[in-house]
């Protein structure tokens, strides 16, 4: 069975660097994309940065220089680094992975339960 299990989360002060962690397992007999989304309340679930199945990087716009996304291939880790991050970054950030080239907020396969990120002034 694959499961996705996030850590890291909290609060922290905006303009001070925040690490999530993906912890996974059952990712290891396919390729997969994988990555990050996140949802604040009422607004819809929103993609953060993830891995294309490649290995490719892709960024949300919102995020894109603020945000630094990388991974632990051998314990297939997954790692987001809120390297600047802004009091409209508060949401609850999950990880995802899929069987497809790409991880949209709509097609992947898999979520972890989630984790709360709260930035404050």
């Known amino acids: 069975q694959v499961r996705l299990l996030e850590s890291g989360g909290g609060e922290v002060q905006a303009g001070r660097s925040l690490r999530l962690t993906c912890s996974t397992s059952g990712l290891t007999d396919r390729l997969y994309c994988m990555g990050w989304f996140r949802q604040a309340p009422g607004q819809e679930r929103e993609e953060v940065a993830t891995f294309e199945n490649t290995g490719r990087r892709r960024y949300g716009d919102s995020v894109k220089g603020r945000f630094t996304l990388s991974r632990e291939g051998t314990k297939m880790t997954l790692y987001l680094d809120l390297d600047n991050p802004r009091t409209d970054d508060t949401a609850i950030y999950y990880c995802?992975?899929?069987?497809?080239?790409?991880?949209?907020?709509?097609?992947?396969?898999?979520w972890g339960q989630g984790t709360q990120v709260t930035v404050s002034s």
């Open positions: 995802a992975a899929g069987r497809s080239r790409t991880c949209s907020a709509t097609n992947v396969d898999y």
